[in-house]
């Protein structure tokens, strides 16, 4: 009957806890090398929904990118 309880306690917790961890943002980065340093680089991104962050700059041969994507709501746009 304790080992029943206990199961069903740690399965309640689970579920209550997995929108916390579904609701975290989650980041990539990504390293891009330059063609030409000398040259300012251009980068065109698509967003649906997030940020994107470019660490870096000055008299370096590559870019590192950090893409972020944050939670979406539960409203779809209709």
């Known amino acids: 009957m304790t080992a029943k ?3 069903s ?6 579920l209550a806890a997995a929108p916390a961890f579904a609701a975290e943002p989650s980041s990539e ?3 891009v090398p330059l063609s ?3 040259r300012p680089a251009h980068l065109e991104v698509s ?6 962050a470019v660490i ?3 008299a370096a041969r590559e870019v590192v990118i950090e893409a972020l994507a944050r939670p979406g ?3 779809e746009p209709g």
């Open 73 to 75: 709501d539960d409203d």
């Open 36 to 38: 030409d340093p000398s």
């Open 5 to 7: 309880f206990l199961l």
């Open 56 to 58: 870096g700059g000055g």
């Open 9 to 14: 306690g740690l399965t309640a917790l689970a």
């Open 47 to 52: 967003l649906v929904m997030g940020g994107i």
């Open 29 to 31: 980065r990504f390293t």
